[in-house]
């Protein structure tokens, strides 16, 4: 199966400083997410980005499709980013099309 | 976005006895639904597949007599744990495909634990 890679897989920040998450997958795909995981197990859906550019508020997310890979930037990072963000794939279309999640990458944003 | 709720939040139960957990689609009709499994630090696990109006599609390694899945209607599938024994202790997570290729919404989770 498809694999998924996400790095660094820790990352503290200091409030207001930028960043940039990366997610690496191993075939092409035809669907992309970005989640973030709050404290409460909660994933709030930040993109749907399968190619592309796409940009909400503070949070903006790239995928290039043909070099197998995406990125999630998060400026002026507040201590509410803080939680797991997972990228999650999927590699094939139909109705048993499903999602393939990475590690996670561990976000702290300290005051 | 699409609005999945769960229910119950979450659950405390004894060895032995089973429990069900069902996740809506609340603004939107359903043809599949995921249920996820998550352990403590770790990512999500995909359990199985349910399509609305057949037998879900369960993951390798999963106990298809023990994650009993159900999904009747458009906007209701069921879990339903049997038997549950302290290993079954998790987050169970749903989530809801809306159209074929598009994008997944996710419940809020249920934390089991079985004493």
């Known amino acids: 199966g498809i694999q998924v890679e996400q790095s660094p897989p820790d990352l503290i920040l200091q409030e207001g400083a930028n960043s940039t998450l990366r997610c690496n997958f191993s075939d092409s795909v035809n669907n992309l997410q970005w989640f973030h995981q709050n404290p409460w197990g909660q994933l709030i859906n930040l993109f749907y980005i399968p190619s592309g550019t796409k940009q909400n508020g503070r949070l903006s997310a790239t995928t290039v499709a043909t070099e197998r890979y995406s990125l999630l930037y998060i400026s002026s990072s507040q201590t509410t980013d803080s939680g797991v963000y997972f990228c999650a794939v999927a590699s094939y279309t139909g109705a048993n099309s499903k999602l393939t999640f990475g590690k996670g990458i561990t976000l702290s944003v300290r005051p | ?115």
């Not at chain 2, 405390?12 to 499994?37: H, N």
């Not at chain 2, 106990?63 to 024994?85: G, Y």
């Open chain 2, 1 to 115: 976005g699409a609005v999945v709720s769960q229910h119950p939040s979450w659950v405390i139960c004894k060895s032995g006895t089973s429990v069900k957990i069902e996740c809506r689609s609340l603004d939107f009709q359903a043809t599949t639904m995921f249920w996820y499994r998550q352990f403590p630090k770790q990512s999500l696990m995909l359990m199985a597949t349910s399509n609305e109006g057949s037998k879900a599609t369960y993951e390798q390694g999963v106990e298809k007599d023990k994650f009993l899945i159900n999904h009747a209607s458009l906007t209701l599938s069921t879990l339903t744990v049997t038997s549950a024994h302290p290993e079954d202790s998790s987050f169970y997570i749903c989530s809801a495909r809306v159209g074929v290729n598009n994008e997944q919404f996710f419940g809020p989770g249920t934390r089991l634990t079985v004493l």
